[in-house]
């Protein structure tokens, strides 16, 4: 667990009742958080999140999924390599979601070039260590700046300036193709292919809490929610 540290005394009488009752070894890993731009901070940490661990591989899921079936790590790999959706700009813009197309400037912001294609297609996201590195990397040559620093000066309300999920899908893209499995969205749309599985379904975080939100998986009209998580809904 990343956590600010100043989160950690809110963490520490949950985290001692959550190892007694369940035995789950626990790793917590603390940051210095930026006040008043803590979402950037959490997108930063994401950026860097090769120096938390000495993993080969990264999965990234936000705190709006659920699992509801059992994963393993060769669910998200295809021939060996990390599976990663992705999308024109242009398609999104006009055939899915108009407002896909903000994210596409603060990655050009970030990293220069052209970036045709948006990768924030689903969770999870999985990229290799390397993945990161080049990604701080390109920051820091477009920008001629501390990449932390340069994340850190963006505009913190959303739309945020900096997207930390687009940004890294767009160094794997531009730089480390062929070491990624990659599924175009419009392919699948056009063809009425269903997705690969992913095993989870994803909620939208900004939904009024009063408002029963149906799980469904994300941006997949071929793919049913299972019966018994519907079944679990009041």
Request: proline share 8%; aromatic share 12%.
């Amino acid at each position: 667990i990343a956590i600010p540290e100043q989160d950690m005394t809110a963490l520490n009488s949950w985290l001692g009742e959550f190892s007694n009752n369940q035995g789950v070894p626990i790793r917590i890993k603390m940051f210095r958080d930026w006040p008043g731009k803590g979402f950037l901070c959490h997108e930063w940490q994401i950026t860097c999140t090769d120096q938390f661990t000495d993993a080969d591989y990264f999965v990234h899921i936000d705190s709006d999924c659920l699992f509801v079936e059992p994963v393993t790590p060769e669910d998200y790999f295809i021939d060996g390599k990390p599976v990663l959706m992705h999308g024109s700009y242009d398609w999104l813009e006009h055939d899915v979601q108009a407002n896909l197309r903000m994210w596409q400037q603060t990655v050009v912001d970030a990293i220069g070039g052209d970036v045709p294609q948006e990768t924030m297609r689903r969770h999870p996201a999985v990229h290799p260590r390397e993945t990161y590195v080049l990604t701080r990397e390109c920051i820091a040559k477009h920008t001629g700046r501390d990449p932390a620093e340069y994340v850190k000066s963006c505009r913190e309300e959303f739309a945020q300036g900096y997207c930390e999920f687009n940004t890294l899908g767009a160094v794997a893209w531009r730089h480390l193709h062929d070491k990624y499995h990659w599924i175009d969205h419009q392919q699948l749309h056009v063809t009425h292919t269903p997705w690969p599985n992913n095993k989870l379904v994803q909620f939208w975080t900004n939904s009024p809490p009063e408002i029963p939100q149906a799980p469904v998986y994300k941006g997949n009209p071929f793919h049913s929610t299972p019966e018994s998580l519907l079944a679990s809904i009041p």
